[in-house]
């Protein structure tokens, strides 16, 4: 079974460090972002505390404010009601 790479936020990045870089999330340039986002992906290990980044990516500030809203969704909450035309 194939382990799912799952990005962890580690925090807000230097601009510089982030500029021209591919947000993970929507694939598009970072270019002159303001408050990118810093995520790692980190190794799993028996031992809790002890972490081991093995990828570094950055995001689009946006784009890590909309991962963080659907991660908070419940998996018990509705989605919403589409609108549909009335006949």
């Not at 510089?16 to 980190?42: H, M, S, Y």
């Not at 570094?56 to 919403?80: D, I």
Request: net charge negative; charged share 30%; hydrophobic share 30%.
């Amino acid at each position: 079974m194939a382990n799912e790479r799952k990005w962890t936020y580690e925090g807000p990045a230097s601009p510089r460090d982030a500029n021209g870089q591919t947000c993970i999330f929507c694939g598009k340039a970072l270019v002159d972002e303001a408050q990118p986002a810093r995520w790692v992906v980190k190794v799993d290990e028996d031992y809790a505390d002890a972490d081991f980044p093995t990828e570094v990516g950055y995001s689009h500030h946006a784009c890590a404010q909309a991962h963080g809203a659907e991660q908070r969704k419940s998996r018990f909450s509705l989605p919403e009601v589409p609108d549909l035309p009335k006949r």
